[in-house]
């Protein structure tokens, strides 16, 4: 099919070279876990050096682990059910989640601050612009902690070492490093899908002398400043930065203000929409009636899962996306798909226009250009990141889809030319491996008879719902497989949380002692996520990334992908069930 303007032979052909060249750059493509020699990389620069505290053991009725927007959603949905006797722990030294992690300059959330922002009616508070920035977001998740009386609850800086299930007390024994003993009769945990960070294994990267960090651990001491920018201590240094995902392009424009140098290695272009930001109108937050922000959240979902609604309420980048491309399901039909991708290609020329608007020299703004389909890859709102390869201290460096070649002593190795640094930052992401809990988690969880829950999921994740899994008893599991998440992301944590809430809450009621998801909900759980696939089609087509499995779509895909449907739909599922009493839950 071809329109006037678009050749969409050609662009697919061209889609497909591109994703080819990715699929085949072999260990170039590899990641490696930051454990060993590579420990330090995870260590918290936001902290001091801890002072010794004796370990604690304690009996409580619920633990949570994870004190991010998932966890303090809990929390408070666990204080409205009257549930008082909760302990929250985290490896963070405060609340936030993500938001402790991640203060590099520049950070924000590209998600509207009004929907995003958890529980901000009863907070009472108008986030300051449409999208805000992660030391607001942060300081919010503190203030929220203090508002609900949340800090004697926690235990931060402390890492689980196991979970272990006791039959006799029908109790979690959660132990720690710093040797606590923890027995909980129900444990969440909302430890989030970005925690781990990842780092590339690219050869040589250990024998780097200069200064190097990962984005999620902004190491302010060497470049001065602070996330709102002003790195002065970058004047004198030449800076490279692996990686142009949505960390990257945020952090990119402050690097290339500050640093006396800066080379972007970039492996594969980001989509880099209009951001279009503003501050709030307090006039217009005045208008909002009670129960808005839970109806603003369902609209932007439903519009986000291809459902219709009478208006767009958060009509930004997103919304817009979706709306005007579409939603890439296997259940299209074949016209439909075609239709679905001249809209796809149409969208994505527009990107493409405005980086030839934008970037002056015509190679960069060449090697910018993202030659995939829209979903892809998440999309990066920016309005400043273009504009930083304008430059002249900014250099693009485009490894072809392949990455870096080698990192030596002194700098980076890209087409046999070095590029001398004195700093290497990772903008390198995190480890998003769904089927496996423990890598991810960092502690394993041994369930009834001494099973880890690794053992269990070996051939595939086994879950109701993605929450709960046979043979780990009152044990919840947020954001999983199996289960939905929604873009916006502290939406789905607070269905979740709900969720966990009121599991706890009938258990009280009915003097449950222990649930579990029977095995034959498990059994028809698990089959009914496999047998539809929802986007698989779409995803083999796109080039390799964490939405489709980094090029893998279908292996082991249904049974580690998310439910396959809109994620409003599950939430909705979720609560007839719950007022249905739980039914697929056997008790004791
Ligand atoms: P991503 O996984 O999205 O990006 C990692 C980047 O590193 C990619 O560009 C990747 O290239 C590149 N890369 C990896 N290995 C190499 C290598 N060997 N050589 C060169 N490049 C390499 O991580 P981010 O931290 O950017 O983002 C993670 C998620 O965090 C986002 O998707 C989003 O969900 C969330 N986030 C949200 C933000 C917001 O609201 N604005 C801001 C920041 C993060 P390739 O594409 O080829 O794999």
Redesign the pocket.
């Known amino acids: 099919m071809n329109t006037p303007d678009i050749d969409t032979e050609a662009l697919a052909a061209r889609y497909r070279e591109e994703r080819d060249k ?1 699929l085949h750059r072999g260990n ?4 490696l876990t930051p454990t060993g020699r590579f420990a330090h990389y995870l260590e918290d620069p936001y902290v001091d050096p801890e002072p010794p505290r004796p370990p604690i053991q304690e009996d409580v009725e619920v633990l949570q682990i994870g004190a991010g927007f998932g966890g303090m959603q809990v929390a408070v949905h666990l204080l409205k059910a009257g549930v008082e006797d909760f302990r929250i722990l985290d490896r963070a030294g405060d609340f936030g989640g ?1 938001w402790y992690w ?1 203060r590099y300059p520049g ?5 509207e601050s009004y929907i995003y922002m958890p529980l901000l009616e009863e907070m009472g508070y108008m986030p300051s612009e449409k ?1 805000a920035r992660g030391p607001e977001i942060f300081k919010y998740a503190r203030d929220l902690a203090e508002k609900f009386d949340l800090y004697r609850r926690a235990l931060f800086r402390t890492e689980v070492s196991e979970l272990r299930w006791d039959e006799s007390a029908a109790r979690w024994v959660v132990t720690t490093d710093h040797g606590d003993v923890i027995r909980a009769r129900f444990v969440n945990l909302a430890t989030g899908p ?1 925690q781990r960070l ?1 780092l ?3 050869p040589g990267i250990e024998t780097f002398k200069g200064h190097a960090f990962h ?2 651990r902004w190491d302010y001491a060497y470049t001065g400043g602070d996330a709102h920018g002003g790195l002065e201590k970058l004047k004198d240094k030449r800076v490279g930065i ?9 952090a990119i424009p402050h690097l290339g203000e500050w640093a006396k140098h800066l080379y972007v ?4 272009p ?1 989509p880099v929409p209009v951001r279009n930001h503003k501050p709030t109108d307090p006039e217009w937050f005045k208008t909002l009636k009670p129960g808005w922000q839970k109806h603003r959240m369902e609209n932007f979902n439903i519009l986000l899962t291809g459902g219709e609604q009478d208006e767009d309420l958060v009509a930004d980048g997103w919304t817009e996306q979706k709306t005007s491309v579409g939603i890439a399901v296997d259940s299209l039909s074949p016209e439909e798909a075609a239709e679905r991708q001249l809209r796809d290609f149409e969208y994505m020329e527009g990107l493409r226009r405005r980086i030839d608007e934008t970037v002056k020299d015509r190679a960069t703004a060449e090697a910018l250009k993202p030659w995939y389909n829209a979903g892809c ?2 999309p ?2 920016h309005d400043e990141y273009l504009q930083t390869f304008n430059r002249p201290n900014v250099t693009l460096v485009d ?1 072809g ?4 070649e080698r990192i030596t002593e002194t700098g980076a190795v890209v087409g046999g030319v070095e590029y001398e640094l004195d700093c290497l930052i ?5 480890d ?1 491996n769904a089927g496996n809990m423990a890598s991810r988690n960092g502690f394993e969880i041994y369930g009834r008879g001494g099973v880890s829950l690794t053992d269990k999921w070996k051939g595939g994740i086994a879950t109701l719902h993605g929450f709960t899994s046979r043979g780990f008893p009152n044990l919840v599991i947020q954001a999983n497989a199996q289960g939905a998440v929604a873009s916006n ?1 502290t939406h789905g944590l607070g269905e979740g949380a709900v969720h966990f809430a009121q599991i706890v809450k009938h258990c009280r009621d009915h003097q449950v002692r222990t649930f579990e998801p029977s095995e034959a909900a498990e059994r028809a759980w698990v089959e009914r996520v496999t047998s539809r696939t929802y986007r698989t089609n779409h995803d083999q087509e796109c ?4 939405y489709n499995n ?1 090029g893998a779509p279908t292996e082991g895909a249904g049974i580690n992908a998310f439910y396959p449907g809109s994620s409003q739909r599950f939430f909705q599922m979720m609560e007839r069930w719950r007022a249905n009493g739980m039914p697929d839950f056997e008790v004791s």
């Not at 692996?242 to 945020?250: F, L, M, N, R, Y």
């Not at 080039?543 to 964490?546: A, E, Q, R």
């Open positions: 990715r170039l493509g590899a990641y993500v991640n950070v924000a959330c590209d998600i999208y970005l990842r590339p294994a690219i984005t999620s692996i990686g142009t995902g949505a960390t990257a392009v945020q290695f970039q492996r594969t980001a890859k998440r990066c709102f490894t889809g392949l990455g870096i990772y903008a390198t992401g995190f998003f992301i080039t390799p990334g964490y980094e």
